[in-house]
Each structure stands twice: as structure tokens, then as C-alpha cells.
């Protein structure tokens, strides 16, 4: 099936790989919810001298005024106006009530320049115009028709209710419908996308969150839409540069397996995050760190301090680093912009941390899958992928996991403080390694000027999980003395 772009790749996924040919769109919604932007970028995305894309308007505002609010978005482009895009007045037949003269003219100009897309914006205002709602559907029906034989796309853009969708007879006719709303939670207000009807095709269903920028609408699909099969653990091993480490696991992590460093802050979670992406820029792997605590630049200098020089490597684009400030935070659009990076050739990924993800779910259940979705999508794409998240105890054997890990996560890795001999010292032990085996001790990890190593068991001791761990003769003496 020919599709026409909309100018968003992301928005193309949603319906399917873009707009069927030949289809009439309604893009539904309440005043500004964005219509006429994406209405807009549509057309500055197709329009060609060979195949134009022309847009009508039916209210009396001036095309001038229009313009003047399009100029700030990075789609368009003025030289266009009139040689790929033009911009037409229906209002005059309109408000005489002659519609059927109105859509005569749409079709005799669709048929005379071949356009790629006709939009009408708005068609509810000529809905309102019209005094009998079944003469109004027999003229959409006739207008839909007649240019579908150019194969254009023809879009109506109108401010429709939900209720409008299930009795306004132009949706009846059409046959796709997008539904655009501007939605509260709490304090935080999100625009939000729906496919309601997309006639001969598959899209993405639920809701889906998208943004007005500079670049024009920025779609964000929901992740749990598409959710792909997620490959087995390879074979080979990626190792985490972290020296001892390695050793206890094979060799390194299985590639494509997903791995959870979890411990209490400060406890190195973050440096054995930046150890993985080390190894992988020495071994020439193009890598992402995801950082939704530190900016690009601490973690930069942190990188310095340790040996590692990052900044070339960003520089060099083998290194991409994205710090997501956690308020506000967007879970799919999170998503998004890592599973673009690593379509783009990131073989190792690290998400720093986990706590912030969950918290922009605003304690909603999606979150597992959510995180299904996402970790599903990236091994397919062929990464490695480390995350970290912070366990509330500095002590003590208990630890418990940001909600949905535990079932999305291939191995852990848990790092403790323990107390030994009034000094605090740091622990590790891996505590789960799917599918493959692993050196089950709790060893000493410390962090000095090269980063992070394994610096052996804690030998003569019990207890340290426990955080205030005894010798074991004092073990020995005080079971034999009971």
C-alpha cells in the first residue's frame, strides 16, 4: 500500500508507515491541541511543484496571520508558499451557504495540479454552516470520492468532541481518524495522540504522548503498543572493564542480556555503569549512557577523574550521553530517543537510574510493562544493556527491587556497605545470572583513583550481608556455647 509521509517518523510508525493514499484523514480535537500544526507539517513534508499540497481554510482569519504563527517551526520554509504549498480561502463560498460550489472547486483544482495532500481546516465550521446534517454527509461523501481518483490524501482538521466522532457523519465517511487532546494529571499537563479508525491497515493502538517544538510536532509512541520478541542471551560475552568482576561472570555480561547493578547511593552503582561504557569505547562498541541524575558534564569530568576520557569520545560520536531532568520526565519519551540511538548503531546502553523511571509513571501499573516494552525493543535491536537502581537500606541483607525489575532483568548484581571493624567497606556479590553460571562468593569492592575492582572474599568473616559481620571463631565459640 503507497503511504504519504507525515513528516514525523515517529507519528508514520503510529499509522502503520504513514497515511494511506487516496484516504480521507480527520484530525480531531479541541482547540489547541495542535491540528493545525500537524496538518501543517504534512504538507511543508509532501508538497513538491509536480504534486502540491494545498490547504484551504474556511474561517476568515488571514493567511497572514497564519503564516506569522508558522514561522517559528523549523518545517517551514516561506519560499515554498505558492510553488509546493499553497494556501486558499473556502470562507467566501462558505458563508453563502453554496458548499456544493466549494467542493466543486477543491476537485476541479485537485484534478488540474495533482496535488500529494488537500487539507481543509476546518470542515466543522462548514458542518455548523450547513442547515441539514444528511445534505452535509452527501457532499463530504462526494468530495472524499472524487479525490481519492488523484490518489491524494484529503485531511479534514475540525474541533470535534469525542461525542462529535461517534454522531458527526463526517466520520462516518472517513477513513482514518486521529483524536488530539490536551490532558491534566495532578499539576502535569501531557498532550496526548489517538488512532481511533485507520480503514485497511494496522497502527499502534492506545494513547500516545507527543509535544509542539521548534521541529513541529514530536510523536512518542506508546511502548507497550509494540512490543517485540525479545532475543535470547547470546553466547558471547561483553565484559564490564570492572577488574575481578569479569571473572566471577564468565568473562562478562551475555550480550544482549539485560543486567541490574542495584545498591544504596553512593555504593559505585554509577562507576561500574561508566566502567561498561569504557570497555566498550576500548573496544571500539558505540555506547549510550542514559543519566537521569547527573548532566553530561559531571559525568564527564567524574570520567576524567578516573582515566576515562569521555569527552573525546562524545566528541568522535562513538560516546552519546543524555541527561533526562527527572521532573516532568516522560517515560516513552525516554524511550524513544534510546531506541533511536541504538538504531543507529549502540551496541552498549546504560540507564542511570531506574528510580526516576519509575517515579515519571506517577504510580501508575504501566511501568513493568513499560519496561517490558523498552528492554524487549533494545536486545532485539542487538544492545547490552546495564541499569542501575538505588536500594533504600545502606545495611542489612534485605534489598528490594524498583517495581518490575525482578521478571524484566537477565542478571543482578548487588553492591552492600558493611561494617568491619568500625571501617565501612563496600560488598558485592552476584546474586543472579539467568542461564548461566557464576562465582557465587560476597567479595570486597572498593573504588579508588582507576575506577572500581573486585579486591577478593571476605575471608574469616559471616555475616556481612547482614552489614555488621562477626569472625567466624566468634561464630564457632558462640554455637558451641549456647
Known amino acids: 500500500m503507497e503511504r504519504l509521509r507525515t513528516g514525523n517518523p515517529q507519528l508514520d510508525r503510529i499509522l502503520g508507515g504513514g497515511i494511506p493514499m487516496g484516504s480521507l484523514v480527520v484530525l480531531a480535537g479541541a482547540p489547541g491541541t495542535g491540528k493545525t500544526i500537524l496538518a501543517q507539517q504534512v504538507c511543508f513534508s509532501n508538497g513538491t511543484p509536480e504534486n502540491r499540497a494545498i490547504y484551504y481554510t474556511t474561517l476568515s482569519e488571514p493567511h497572514s496571520k497564519m503564516v506569522r504563527h508558522l514561522e517559528g517551526f523549523d518545517f517551514f520554509d516561506r519560499s515554498k508558499l505558492g510553488v509546493t504549498v499553497e494556501l486558499n480561502h473556502l470562507s467566501t463560498l462558505a458563508?453563502?451557504?453554496?458548499?456544493?460550489?466549494?467542493?466543486?472547486?477543491?476537485?476541479?483544482?485537485?484534478?488540474?495540479?495533482?496535488?500529494s495532500v488537500v487539507v481543509i481546516d476546518s470542515t466543522k465550521a462548514l458542518h455548523e454552516a450547513m442547515e441539514h446534517a444528511e445534505h452535509f454527509r452527501a457532499i463530504v461523501y462526494d468530495l472524499a470520492s472524487r479525490i481519492a481518483h488523484t490518489n491524494s490524501v484529503l485531511i479534514f482538521v475540525g474541533e470535534y468532541s469525542l461525542a462529535d466522532v461517534a454522531t458527526a457523519p463526517e466520520f462516518a465517511v472517513a477513513d482514518s481518524i486521529v483524536y488530539m487532546s490536551n490532558e491534566s494529571e495532578g499539576v502535569l499537563d501531557q498532550r496526548l495522540l489517538r488512532v481511533l479508525k485507520l480503514r485497511g491497515s494496522d497502527y499502534l493502538s492506545g494513547t500516545h504522548t507527543f509535544t509542539i517544538e521548534p521541529k513541529g510536532l514530536a510523536v512518542y509512541p506508546r511502548q507497550e503498543s509494540n512490543v517485540a520478541r525479545p532475543a535470547p542471551a547470546g553466547e558471547k560475552r561483553v565484559a564490564t572493564g570492572v577488574p575481578g568482576l569479569d571473572e566471577m561472570i564468565g568473562g562478562g555480561i551475555p550480550e544482549t542480556s539485560v543486567t541490574l547493578v542495584a545498591g544504596p547511593s553512593g555504593g559505585g552503582k554509577t562507576?561500574?555503569?561508566m566502567h561498561f561504557v569504557a570497555e566498550g569505547l576500548r573496544r571500539g562498541d558505540r555506547s549510550v549512557y542514559i543519566s537521569l541524575q547527573e548532566s553530561e558534564a559531571q559525568l564527564v569530568a567524574k570520567a576524567?577523574?578516573?582515566?576515562?576520557?569521555?569527552?573525546?569520545?562524545?566528541?568522535?560520536g562513538t560516546l552519546v550521553v543524555r541527561h533526562f531532568e527527572p521532573v516532568e520526565l516522560s517515560l516513552d519519551k525516554v524511550a524513544v530517543e534510546i531506541t533511536e540511538l541504538v538504531e543507529g548503531g549502540a551496541r552498549r546502553v546504560v540507564i542511570d537510574s531506574m528510580g526516576e523511571l519509575e517515579h515519571a509513571a506517577h504510580g501508575a501499573a504501566r511501568f513493568p510493562d513499560f519496561l517490558w516494552a523498552l528492554m524487549s525493543g533494545l536486545r532485539t535491536r542487538g544492545a547490552t544493556v546495564v541499569v542501575t537502581s538505588e536500594t533504600a537500606a545502606f545495611f542489612g541483607p534485605a534489598?528490594?527491587?524498583?517495581?518490575?525489575?525482578?521478571?524484566?532483568?537477565?542478571?543482578?548484581?548487588?553492591?552492600?556497605?558493611?561494617e568491619v571493624e568500625s571501617e565501612i567497606r563496600r560488598a558485592l556479590t552476584v546474586v543472579k545470572m539467568r542461564e548461566s553460571d557464576h562465582v557465587k562468593s560476597l567479595v570486597e569492592f572498593e573504588i579508588g583513583g582507576k575506577g572500581a575492582s573486585v579486591k577478593g572474599k571476605f575471608t574469616g568473616m559471616a555475616g556481612v550481608m547482614t552489614g555488621t559481620p562477626v569472625r567466624t571463631e566468634e561464630k564457632f565459640r558462640e554455637f558451641f556455647n549456647r
Request: proline share 2%; net charge negative.
Open 304 to 316: 576524567q577523574a578516573f582515566g576515562w576520557n569521555f569527552r573525546d569520545a562524545i566528541e568522535q
Open 95 to 115: 458563508q453563502e451557504g453554496d458548499l456544493a460550489t466549494a467542493v466543486s472547486e477543491v476537485v476541479r483544482h485537485s484534478f488540474d495540479v495533482s496535488p
Open 399 to 418: 534489598f528490594e527491587l524498583a517495581r518490575g525489575l525482578s521478571f524484566v532483568v537477565d542478571n543482578v548484581v548487588l553492591l552492600r556497605y558493611t
Open 271 to 273: 562507576v561500574v555503569g
